[in-house]
């Protein structure tokens, strides 16, 4: 379990850094000068500001020079200043990441209940008219686009019956992104829980556990759901990583002030000290979180001993 | 089979155990195919798809970026099935021509991953050793940094515009396909015909096209059909924020984020383009599905 731990914390170490060495190219491989078009659609600057502005990021020294001065203010906490507004890109980033995390548990835990719920019942009654439903339904739930979704919802749920608000930041607003990006990753999560129930359902010790006079009850929930929910369980990384990218979308239909939308924001601006900071915080928690779910995972369930 | 030398087939007996032809074999394939009603019904949207897509001028009404052809902003009617947008657009007419786009951009990034993806799996997976593990280190890496990340990250780089956020969709898929490849190749690698065929010498070219690449083609058809979906899914996101193809193209990402100014008072405008995807990505999902069971070869049995 520790050799476990310390390798998947190196492989962890290993992509951010990875990752920091990208951010740094990134503003390399922007066809034609980086600083003309972070500035173009601002105010009119001169050459001379230009270079001075040039001479602030750093971009007139070696790459290696810059790597270097990129991750000596990284390590200190200091992303840089946005482009317009010179604010520190760190606590921008950081202000909006509780809202992302807010959304994306929030859809995580709609999934689970929808797509195990569902997974489970099309499993147990394989074949029938219920399968069948379920499993149309979860197709029909992978084709759909998230954004249209939520776009559908909101027209329904908001602007109809004027239940919940269209758009903002409040914990009455999570309810509809959170449906919209749960309900996205519970179709998929529905599929792999049917197909993972269908192998528990078959297993010998379900027909001992009947066998033994138990309760239908008992047997599906002690042994079936039990036995199922682990590889559940062992997807919950995954579908996180999922979560965090369908959540860019969605907070932009939402306008939910989370770092998704700070980045489609920073996009359209050019604003690439922005964007270089939202690469590095997405990757890290991502990481982060899934390689905390796996260990979780490894926890859990003690048939797994990783050596 | 047609290569065998006339020697090696002269013994009648044989003829008995000479395996289908190849074009048996296709008809054995669909039929397994069609026999699941998922894959029909998949098979069925997609002909509808390439349809509209090629008989586009001739379907549409209008021209799909000819304005004022009727009322702005007026509801599905008789004249225009689909309502019109707020330049007074056929949003019919701009739906139709949209599949075109939705086919280039799923196809073509499909392409860029797929090939780049094979490329990379197959390498890793032949030579094994210090050039395999670098390659697959590197797919580990971008797999973990999601797709729409790399996406996103591209589309930075490039700058917003329908043929970027093509590539960019296309380069997001590479790590999945690698992955993929290499498993099949690793699994193909130890069986018994490859290393027959190694034995007698076979060359580097002919291990990878004649031997390796047919047999791991099957897996990789089912992936890249149910890519489609999943790259038009993206590059329709990508176009919805604004990343991706500009107005005034029909692209139905585009028409969808452009209507949303008009959402409250014509919400048509959002409605049928999003229909619009979500029919040809089940498309996509229904027969890839109905593909994976076919080719599948547990399930062709049962």
């Given at each position: 379990m520790t050799r476990y731990f310390f390798k998947r914390l190196l492989s962890g170490i290993f992509t951010i850094w990875i990752?920091?060495?990208?951010?740094?190219?990134?503003?390399?491989?922007?066809?034609?000068?980086?600083?003309?078009?972070?500035?173009?659609?601002?105010?009119?600057?001169?050459?001379?500001?230009?270079?001075?502005?040039?001479?602030?990021?750093?971009?007139?020294?070696?790459?290696?020079?810059?790597?270097?001065?990129?991750?000596?203010?990284?390590?200190?906490?200091?992303?840089?200043?946005?482009?317009?507004?010179?604010?520190?890109?760190?606590?921008?980033?950081?202000?909006?990441?509780?809202?992302?995390?807010?959304?994306?548990?929030?859809?995580?835990?709609?999934?689970?209940?929808?797509?195990?719920?569902?997974?489970?019942?099309?499993?147990?009654?394989?074949?029938?008219?219920?399968?069948?439903?379920?499993?149309?339904?979860?197709?029909?739930?992978?084709?759909?686009?998230?954004?249209?979704?939520?776009?559908?919802?909101?027209?329904?749920?908001?602007?109809?019956?004027?239940?919940?608000?269209?758009?903002?930041?409040?914990?009455?607003?999570?309810?509809?992104?959170?449906?919209?990006?749960?309900?996205?990753?519970?179709?998929?999560?529905?599929?792999l829980?049917?197909s993972s129930?269908?192998d528990v359902?078959?297993q010998d010790y379900?027909?001992?556990?009947?066998?033994?006079?138990?309760?239908?009850?008992?047997?599906?929930?002690?042994?079936?759901?039990r036995n199922g929910l682990v590889n559940v369980v062992n997807m919950l990384g995954l579908q996180f990583t999922?979560?965090?990218?369908?959540?860019?979308?969605?907070?932009?239909?939402?306008?939910?002030?989370?770092?998704?939308?700070?980045?489609?924001?920073?996009?359209?601006?050019?604003?690439?000290?922005?964007?270089?900071?939202?690469?590095?915080?997405?990757?890290t928690?991502v990481v982060v979180v899934s390689m905390v779910l796996d260990l979780l995972y490894v926890w859990i369930d003690p048939r797994i001993t990783y050596k | 089979?047609?290569?065998?030398?006339?020697?090696?087939?002269?013994?009648?007996?044989?003829?008995?155990?000479?395996?289908?032809?190849?074009?048996?074999?296709?008809?054995?394939?669909?039929?397994?195919?069609?026999?699941?009603?998922?894959?029909?019904?998949?098979?069925?949207?997609?002909?509808?798809?390439?349809?509209?897509?090629?008989?586009?001028?001739?379907?549409?009404?209008?021209?799909?970026?000819?304005?004022?052809?009727?009322?702005?902003?007026?509801?599905?009617?008789?004249?225009?099935?689909?309502?019109?947008?707020?330049?007074?657009?056929?949003?019919?007419?701009?739906?139709?021509?949209?599949?075109?786009?939705?086919?280039?951009?799923?196809?073509?990034?499909?392409?860029?991953?797929?090939?780049?993806?094979?490329?990379?799996g197959?390498?890793a997976g032949?030579t094994e050793g210090w050039l395999g593990n670098i390659l697959m280190r590197a797919m580990d890496v971008l797999f973990s940094?999601?797709?729409?990340?790399?996406?996103?990250?591209?589309?930075?780089?490039?700058?917003?515009?329908?043929?970027?956020?093509?590539?960019?969709?296309?380069?997001?898929?590479?790590p999945?396909?690698a992955r993929i490849?290499y498993g099949a190749v690793l699994v193909e690698k130890n069986?018994?015909?490859?290393?027959?065929?190694?034995?007698?010498?076979?060359?580097?070219?002919?291990?990878?096209?004649?031997?390796?690449?047919?047999?791991?083609?099957?897996?990789?058809?089912?992936?890249?059909?149910?890519?489609?979906?999943?790259?038009?899914?993206?590059?329709?996101?990508?176009?919805?924020?604004?990343?991706?193809?500009?107005?005034?193209?029909?692209?139905?990402?585009?028409?969808?984020?452009?209507?949303?100014?008009?959402?409250?008072?014509?919400?048509?405008?959002?409605?049928?383009?999003?229909?619009?995807?979500?029919?040809?990505?089940?498309?996509?999902?229904?027969?890839?599905?109905?593909?994976?069971?076919?080719?599948?070869?547990?399930?062709?049995?049962?």
């Open positions: 990752t920091t060495i990208a951010v740094t190219l990134l503003i390399h491989l922007v066809p034609g000068d980086p600083v003309q078009i972070m500035y173009a659609q601002s105010q009119s600057t001169t050459p001379e500001q230009l270079e001075q502005i040039r001479r602030n990021l750093g971009l007139d020294r070696p790459i290696y020079e810059q790597y270097i001065m990129y991750m000596g203010r990284i390590l200190q906490g200091d992303f840089g200043t946005t482009i317009r507004g010179n604010q520190p890109v760190l606590d921008l980033l950081l202000v909006r990441l509780p809202n992302t995390l807010l959304l994306t548990t929030a859809s995580l835990v709609v999934t689970i209940v929808v797509g195990v719920t569902a997974g489970f019942f099309a499993a147990y009654k394989r074949d029938t008219w219920i399968d069948s439903t379920l499993m149309t339904a979860a197709i029909l739930g992978i084709s759909v686009p998230s954004f249209w979704l939520g776009l559908m919802l909101m027209y329904i749920f908001s602007m109809q019956l004027g239940w919940l608000p269209v758009s903002g930041t409040s914990l009455r607003n999570l309810i509809l992104p959170a449906i919209t990006l749960g309900l996205a990753n519970a179709a998929s999560v529905s599929r829980t049917r129930m269908i359902l078959t379900m027909r001992t556990a009947r066998a033994k006079g138990l309760k239908e009850g008992t047997v599906l929930s002690r042994h079936a759901l999922y979560m965090m990218g369908g959540a860019i979308v969605v907070e932009n239909v939402f306008a939910w002030n989370g770092i998704g939308r700070l980045a489609i924001q920073s996009i359209f601006q050019r604003d690439y000290p922005t964007i270089q900071g939202f690469i590095l915080i997405f990757a928690v | 089979m047609a290569n065998l030398k006339p020697a090696m087939v002269a013994d009648q007996s044989l003829e008995a155990i000479t395996p289908p032809s190849r074009a048996q074999r296709l008809g054995q394939f669909l039929q397994a195919l069609l026999r699941s009603p998922g894959a029909k019904v998949g098979a069925v949207i997609l002909l509808l798809l390439f349809a509209v897509a090629i008989f586009a001028p001739a379907i549409a009404p209008f021209e799909p970026s000819q304005m004022n052809v009727g009322p702005a902003l007026s509801p599905p009617s008789a004249e225009h099935w689909f309502g019109t947008d707020n330049f007074g657009r056929d949003l019919f007419s701009r739906v139709v021509y949209g599949s075109r786009l939705t086919l280039m951009i799923g196809l073509v990034a499909v392409g860029i991953s797929m090939t780049v993806g094979v490329v990379v197959l390498v032949y940094f999601t797709e729409t990340l790399i996406a996103l990250a591209t589309v930075a780089v490039l700058g917003p515009s329908l043929r970027n956020a093509v590539i960019a969709v296309g380069i997001s898929s590479i999945y396909y490849t069986k018994e015909y490859f290393r027959a065929a190694k034995t007698l010498g076979a060359r580097h070219g002919r291990l990878i096209f004649r031997h390796l690449f047919p047999n791991i083609l099957s897996p990789i058809i089912v992936v890249a059909t149910v890519g489609v979906s999943v790259a038009v899914l993206s590059a329709s996101a990508l176009s919805f924020l604004g990343l991706g193809a500009q107005p005034p193209s029909p692209e139905w990402g585009a028409i969808l984020a452009a209507g949303r100014d008009y959402f409250r008072r014509a919400p048509w405008i959002t409605t049928f383009p999003g229909l619009a995807i979500a029919v040809s990505v089940l498309g996509f999902n229904l027969l890839g599905d109905g593909l994976r069971a076919a080719l599948d070869p547990q399930q062709r049995q049962s």
